[in-house]
C-alpha cells in the first residue's frame, strides 16, 4: 500500500510541475485522448440510432415474414399454406398477399410502381393495422376496398395527387404479350391482354421513407390477382410475429411446417443494406480509433520526455534501494491518470454533444447556409437518432484506457532498466 502510495503521489507531482499547475504536454495528451473518445462516441451513438431508427422503420413497413413458392412463382393453392401458418407457435397473425410491378398512368406521366393487394378483412385484421398508422400522419384512411388505392407522399407530391384523383394502372403482364406481338409483326390478341384498373386515391400514408413512399401502392387483393393475371391464387401469405427481433426459431418452424415452400424474413430480404451499416459502423470504429492512438503516441513521447528529464531522480531511487515497481509506478500511473481523465472528459463532452445535437444541427445549417435536413430525402434524419449503448461505452472507455496504459508502460520500463550509477554521473556531470 505504501509503495502504491509513494509511485500515486510521484505520478501526480509529474503531472503538476512547480512553477504551473500542470504541464503543457500533460494538457495535450489528455485533449488527445479526449478527442478521440469524443469522436467515437458521438458518431458511433449516431450510427447505432440511426441503424436502430431504420429497422424500425422497415419493420412499420414491411411483414416480419413472407411464406412463397420458389422464384416467386404464384402460389395457386394458398388456403391451405395460410391455415398452416397461422396456427404455428409465435405468429399473431397472417394475410394472403398480391405483389408486383405495374405502370402508374396520371395527367400525361406514367411512372414503374409496386403494388401490394391487401386483405384487411376479418381474418386478417392486426397484420396490416401498421399501414393504418403511417395513413393515420398522412391524409385519408387505409381503404382499399373496390376501386381504393393508397399510396405514398413523396408520390402524391412529386405527381401534384390529391385525395379522390383517379389513377389508372396498367399491368406489366401485358409486357410479354405486347413483345411477342411485336417480334411476330402482328396485333396483340385482345383476349391474352389484362385490362388496366381505374382506382380512386383514398389515402395517402407518411412513412418518413421517401425511398418507400415514391414507388409502393397499396390496393386490394382482389384487383392485385387482377392485374398480375393470378386467377385466385396469391403471391405469399405475410405473417406477423410476436417478437420480429428473434427470427431464428420461428423461421425454423415455419419452413418445417410449408416445405418446400421459401421463408423469408425481414432481415433477410433487407441483409445487404443491414451489412453495409454494419461494415460502414466497423469502419467508422478502426478509423476513429486512430485517434486515440495518435493520443497513445503522444502519451507515449510525454513519458519518453518526462524519464529524460528525470534520469537523476531515477538513479537516487534505485541507489537508495527502490524496486524496479517503485520506479515504474509513478510513469505508469501518469500514463493512467491521463487515460483516466481523458476517457471521463472525453465522454463527457459526448454526452453533451449528443443532448444538444440538434441544436448544434441548426447552427452549423446557420452558420454555413446550408441545411442539409431540410430536403425530403433526408426526412428520416430530422431528429438525427442518437443512442448510446453500454457496450460501445464499455469497448470505447475500455479502449481508450488500454491505449493510453500500454503507451506509458514503455517508457516506464526503459526507465526501470536504467543503471543508477550511470543516471547519478551524467547528472552530476550535467
Same mark, same amino acid.
Given at each position: ?234 403471391? /405469399?401469405?405475410?405473417? &406477423? *410475429?410476436?417478437? $420480429?427481433?428473434?427470427?431464428?426459431? @420461428?423461421?425454423?418452424? +415455419?419452413?418445417?411446417? =410449408? ?62 534501494? /527502490?524496486?524496479?515497481? &517503485? *520506479?515504474?509506478? $509513478?510513469?505508469?500511473?501518469?500514463? @493512467?491518470?491521463?487515460? +483516466?481523465?481523458?476517457? =471521463? ?86
Amino acid at each position: 500500500m505504501l509503495k502504491r502510495s509513494f509511485s500515486l503521489f510521484l505520478s501526480l507531482r509529474y503531472l503538476r510541475p512547480k512553477r504551473t499547475f500542470v504541464s503543457v504536454i500533460t494538457i495535450v495528451s489528455v485533449l488527445g485522448v479526449m478527442l478521440g473518445v469524443w469522436a467515437l462516441t458521438v458518431v458511433i451513438a449516431v450510427m447505432t440510432g440511426f441503424n436502430i431508427d431504420m429497422r424500425e422503420s422497415i419493420l412499420g413497413f414491411q411483414p416480419h415474414v413472407i411464406v412463397k413458392q420458389e422464384k416467386d412463382d404464384p402460389m395457386n393453392d394458398w388456403e391451405p399454406v395460410f391455415e398452416k401458418v397461422r396456427t404455428q407457435a409465435g405468429v399473431v397473425d397472417a394475410a394472403p398477399f398480391s405483389y408486383g410491378q405495374a405502370v402508374l398512368d396520371y395527367d400525361n406521366r406514367v411512372w414503374v410502381v409496386e403494388l401490394k393487394g391487401v386483405k384487411p378483412g376479418n381474418e386478417s385484421g392486426s397484420i396490416w393495422k401498421r399501414y393504418e398508422t403511417l395513413v393515420e400522419k398522412g391524409q385519408g384512411s387505409f381503404d382499399v376496398e373496390g376501386d381504393g388505392v393508397v399510396i405514398g407522399r413523396e408520390l402524391a407530391n412529386g405527381f401534384g395527387i390529391a385525395l379522390g384523383d383517379q389513377l389508372l394502372l396498367h399491368s406489366l403482364v401485358n409486357g410479354r404479350e405486347l413483345l411477342d406481338a411485336q417480334s411476330e409483326s402482328r396485333d396483340p390478341k385482345r383476349d391474352n391482354l389484362v385490362e388496366p384498373a381505374e382506382l380512386t386515391v383514398t389515402g395517402i400514408y407518411d412513412a418518413d421513407r421517401p425511398d418507400f413512399e415514391g414507388k409502393i401502392l397499396f390496393v386490394s387483393f382482389e384487383i392485385g390477382q387482377r392485374l398480375y393475371d393470378l386467377g385466385r391464387g396469391a403471391s /405469399g401469405i405475410a405473417v &406477423q *410475429v410476436e417478437d $420480429p427481433h428473434k427470427m431464428k426459431a @420461428i423461421k425454423r418452424s +415455419l419452413a418445417t411446417a =410449408v416445405s418446400p415452400l421459401v421463408v423469408e424474413t425481414w432481415t433477410d430480404r433487407n441483409k445487404a443494406l443491414f451489412d453495409a451499416v454494419a461494415l460502414e459502423r466497423l469502419n467508422m470504429y478502426l478509423l476513429l480509433f486512430m485517434i486515440m492512438v495518435v493520443a497513445g503516441f503522444c502519451i507515449m513521447n510525454t513519458m519518453i520526455t518526462v524519464t529524460t528529464q528525470k534520469r537523476g531522480e531515477i538513479g537516487l531511487m534505485k541507489a537508495v534501494g /527502490g524496486t524496479t515497481s &517503485q *520506479v515504474v509506478g $509513478p510513469f505508469l500511473y501518469q500514463g @493512467i491518470i491521463v487515460g +483516466l481523465v481523458g476517457t =471521463v472528459g472525453g465522454l463527457l463532452l459526448a454526452f453533451l454533444t449528443l443532448l444538444l445535437r440538434k441544436s448544434l444541427a441548426k447552427l452549423i445549417a446557420a452558420v454555413s447556409g446550408v441545411d442539409l435536413f431540410s430536403s425530403p430525402a433526408m426526412r428520416m434524419l430530422y431528429e438525427l437518432p442518437a443512442k448510446i449503448t453500454i457496450v460501445d461505452i464499455v469497448v470505447i472507455s475500455g479502449g481508450a484506457f488500454l491505449c493510453c496504459a500500454l503507451a506509458s508502460l514503455m517508457p516506464a520500463y526503459f526507465a526501470a532498466r536504467l543503471d543508477a550509477a550511470e543516471a547519478l554521473r551524467n547528472e552530476a556531470v550535467t
